[in-house]
């Protein structure tokens, strides 16, 4: 059975787990060029052997990259990642054609970013 809060719905995930990925964005700018390139990569959910081939590198070092994101962005796992990088598609992606530049957001939605 699921916990309700005191409101009568169902308990925030987020709340109930100690994780927000939301709060891993600021952190982005750790990130190298090649970094959030890979980044953005975890985020449409490829294997690390279909990412070396589009990179163009060995599968070992995506499997580097990705374990220095993990750590750079204080997450712990590779789907916490992949969240993030899905959160921040938009506001990391520098290809003009890209549907996401294109998309509308929720009315309030913002992706925080550090200066």
Known sequence: M????DAGGITCAYT???AHPV???WKLNRLTEREREVFLLVGTGVGNRELSKQLGIAERTVKAHIA???EKLEQQTRLQVAVLAVLAHEKL???PDC???RSTQPP????PMAA
């Not at 699921?2 to 809060?5: G, H, M, Y």
């Open 93 to 95: 992606c520098a290809d």
């Open 68 to 70: 220095r994101i993990v």
């Open 99 to 101: 549907e996401c530049s």
């Open 108 to 111: 309030g939605f913002h992706v």
């Open 2 to 5: 699921t916990k309700r809060s």
């Open 23 to 25: 709060r891993g964005l």
């Open 16 to 18: 109930s787990t100690g």
